[in-house]
């Protein structure tokens, strides 16, 4: 059925004469394509390939705005999880320095933290997690593609290179687990030109220097502790309550604490526009929802954690049937992380099941190969 089918497909071109000779032959190139190289893509892939499947990787990282790119492993390698680690770690060594001298040891103070040598050592290890990475699936017999995958059809995902070259992969079944990208503020003024998100954060190769946090999220709160633990002046605003879904009596500790080592918080608090001083520093305009007055200050960096939104816009999942929320956009999945089309499936942050944070089956294996 499926090779009729294709057949009365018109495929022009060179593209469509491959589809049409594998339609013709009755089996897909791959038993199982995976679009996304995070956590649960890698895992899927690698889980797949021990059982003797021929398996696929599609990963591709659209620049973020600010230009900031990265390789082979998803948001928690590149973005997320590990730089984060290292640096808060980075933050807790400062402390311990402080305290050093009462313990004997002899250190000169004051002591200065050099940015640019920890962000050059954060991302070489980084680095060094994207080599391992595709390492893996190559001993693992797993093909990768550094292309940006689409659907052309339920079985047929149409790949971009950067050049523009075109390389067309049909599977049996397809894994989507392309993850999620920081949200930007766009109806605040200057939003998109002038700030950052975590998307580039741990990729800055000079100090991100005075840092307005924008946004009461775990990234946020996060990022600002680290931030404040290496010395940099560091302010958080928020629009409500911090960690919105979690406990709020720990959440409350949790600001409380911060605040007693120095991270500043400007509460009820709401960004209007910010803009470029010829000096290069960033004029932050908000408004005070409690008192409704305006009030400005000039920072350095300016970063955004507002949220984040899944990164599906350039699947073409409309044109193979594959129903997601209208409102978030996330994928609809059931238990067993099935979409609405039988033989495609959604892992991840990018799926509308029991969570973000839930960790899924397919993805238990990146622990194994990561330093938590």
């Not at 390492?135 to 995958?149: C, E, I, P, R």
């Not at 992969?169 to 998100?197: C, D, F, M, Q, W």
């Not at 209208?326 to 099935?338: F, H, L, M, W, Y």
Request: one cysteine or more; proline letters at 4%.
């Amino acid at each position: 059925m499926a090779a009729l089918w294709w057949r009365r497909r018109r495929l022009p071109g060179a593209a469509g004469l491959c589809r049409t000779a594998r339609a013709l032959s009755g089996k897909p190139e791959y038993d199982l394509l995976v679009i996304g190289g995070g956590s649960g893509g890698l895992a899927c892939a690698k889980e797949a390939a021990q059982f003797g499947r021929k398996v696929a990787v599609l990963d591709y990282v659209e620049p973020s705005p600010q230009g900031t790119k990265w390789g082979l492993g998803g948001t928690c390698v590149n973005v997320g999880c590990i730089p984060k680690k290292l640096m808060h770690q980075a933050a807790l060594l400062g402390s311990a320095l402080k305290d050093a001298q009462r313990y004997g040891w002899n250190i000169a103070h004051p002591v200065h933290h050099n940015w640019s040598e920890m962000a050059q050592a954060v991302q070489n290890y980084v680095k060094s997690l994207n080599w391992g990475h595709r390492v893996q699936l190559q001993d693992k017999k797993v093909k990768y593609f550094n292309v940006k995958g689409s659907f052309s059809d339920p079985h047929t995902i149409r790949g971009l290179t950067k050049g523009g070259k075109e390389t067309i992969l049909t599977a049996e079944k397809i894994v989507i687990a392309t993850g999620g990208r920081p949200k930007y503020p766009t109806h605040v003024a200057g939003a998109l030109e002038y700030g950052i998100t975590s998307d580039d954060l741990f990729w800055l190769k000079e100090s991100p220097g005075k840092t307005l946090v924008v946004g009461a999220s775990y990234i946020s709160l996060e990022c600002a502790g680290f931030l404040t633990g290496i010395g940099l002046d560091t302010t958080v605003m928020m629009r409500s309550i911090p960690l919105r879904g979690f406990d709020q009596q720990m959440a409350s500790l949790v600001t409380e604490y911060m605040e007693s080592y120095g991270t500043k918080f400007l509460k009820k608090c709401i960004p209007t526009k910010v803009e470029k001083l010829e000096s290069n520093r960033l004029h932050v305009t908000w408004k005070n929802t409690d008192s409704g007055t305006e009030e400005a200050d000039s920072f350095d960096t300016v970063m955004w954690a507002v949220g984040r939104a899944p990164d599906t816009k350039a699947l073409n999942l409309e044109a193979v049937g594959v129903k997601t929320n209208s409102e978030t956009g996330k994928i609809i999945v059931d238990a067993s992380e099935a979409t609405s089309v039988p033989h495609i499936y959604a892992v991840g942050d990018i799926t509308e099941f029991t969570g973000e944070l839930r960790i899924s089956t397919l993805e238990l294996g990146i622990f194994d190969n990561v330093i938590i």
